[in-house]
């Protein structure tokens, strides 16, 4: 445990060197990563944050401050295309630009919360499960 | 009685908007553009097993865990400790899955060739299924007794599956069906228990993340040998 708990960490086997880091905080998450590996998602301070693995460096944009970034709530998905960040908080699908961290959309999904987002593999559709038992799927038009 | 209506259970198309559609991914699903949020999904299935569905905080007694496989034609559903293979094409159940126990499926992935479905348990039992067969594969007990929340990963080239087991990541080559032995720092020990692992999509890096008892939470990752 080189710097502690507060670190996300990328270690190199064979070197053995830590070539990215970045400080985090006491409540973080890291979520996933987009298809080519060069970010990864997380949840930390109530707000869903990219992280950029080679650099350590944050992005300086937030895509949303969530009032509670629980990771039992669905964990934040990339799209195949890593343009689009689905996450969920109360219900609602919040749809997020992966690269200029704005809100696009949010989506009214569930009675209850929703437990677990799936992008399909062409990124055609999202779907969305949760505790009202119900299977959604979503698809929005291109552009 | 309630094995008898789970022997029953079925999928039901049940539209937003009321038509009978029966979900298809060769006609488009309803589609709006990204800045105008619909009033509600293109498709809603109503995934019935016969019990009444109410909010359920941990998420057990409502659908836990959803994935797509790789071709985009199946789901992968867990409710309680049953896991159920959605055809998208017909809406029906092609496969239903059982043999967890304590009703807490966590999380359900698809190897790369869709030929298993990974699934984790509350019973602390990771299980690999043939899809095609919805037999055991692959039956994992895991050794700490302490496996909350935990997911198991396919490697991208679907040669490995890892699996969190306490403090360590565990992993399976999969042509063998043996365990493979920790080499370097995969066989790092973890401050405490494994909630999540995951493999980076080029598939050289497998990581984990956990929590410790003041609630920090840290996520490291291993480059993996090629």
Known sequence: MPDGYNNASVFDVDTRSNPSFARMQPSDVLLGYNPDGSFALWTGNGQVQIFRVETGNFRSRDLRTLGVASPKLAQPQFSPDAKLVAFSCQGNIDLGD??????????????????????????????????DATIRLWSWADG | MFAERLKNAKVQAEPADGNQIRPSLDSPLLQFPLDKAPKGPALAWKHDFGVLSRPFRTGVDGIGAVAFSPNGQDLAVARGDVVELCNLRDSAVTKTLRGHQMRGVFAVTFSPDRQYLATTSADSVVRMWRVTTGDVALSI??????????????????????????????????????????????????????????????????GGWVSVANARRIQQCFRLRR
Do not use: C, M
């Open chain 2, 141 to 206: 007990a895991r050794s700490s007794t302490y496996n909350h929340a935990n997911n198991a990963a396919f490697s991208p080239d679907g040669q490995i599956l890892a699996v969190g087991d306490g403090k360590t990541i565990r992993r399976w080559a999969l042509a063998a069906g043996e365990e493979t032995k920790p080499s370097g720092l995969v066989n790092y020990e973890y401050p405490t228990s494994i909630h999540a692992v995951s493999f980076s999509p080029d598939g050289l890096y497998l």
């Open chain 1, 98 to 131: 992966a690269d200029s961290g704005q809100l696009l959309t949010r989506l009214r999904a569930a009675d209850g919360s929703v437990n677990a987002l799936a992008f399909s593999p062409d990124g055609r559709v999202l779907a969305s499960v949760g505790d």
